[in-house]
């Protein structure tokens, strides 16, 4: 993931109708780490102040999330069952939230030390 500034943003309404059909945008309360669930793609998308956005993994979209964790657990999963058991796409999504999910409990658990 590239540097981003701490300053707090919202997009904009250009730039969230600029972003491809069926895009799901989770807004930070906090003005920063905006993200975004691909439906049609089963891929999660980080967005930037200057109007791009770039591919994360449902992995990265927790680490950046935590609070939203269970939602983004919850929509990951509707997307998986969406695409079926047999889709590429299904596979990475539900191997990414597993590794986050052990990610956050062993974060959490070590008292938010990082491992390794």
């Not at 109007?51 to 449902?58: D, F, K, L, P």
């Not at 939203?68 to 191997?95: K, S």
């Amino acid at each position: 993931m590239r540097a981003t500034d701490k300053t707090a943003w919202q997009p904009t309404a250009d730039q969230v109708q600029g972003l491809p059909e069926g895009i799901q945008v989770l807004l930070s309360p906090a003005g920063l780490n905006h993200i975004a669930l691909d439906s049609q793609a089963g891929r999660w998308l980080r967005l930037y102040r200057d109007g791009t956005h770039e591919v994360i993994s449902a992995r990265d979209a927790m680490m950046l999330r935590p609070g939203d964790a269970r939602l983004i657990i919850q929509m990951t999963a509707v997307c998986a069952i969406h695409h079926g058991p047999q889709d590429r796409a299904t596979l990475r999504m539900i191997d990414d939230i597993a590794g986050a999910a052990a990610d956050l409990m062993r974060f959490y658990a070590t008292g938010g030390q990082h491992s390794g």
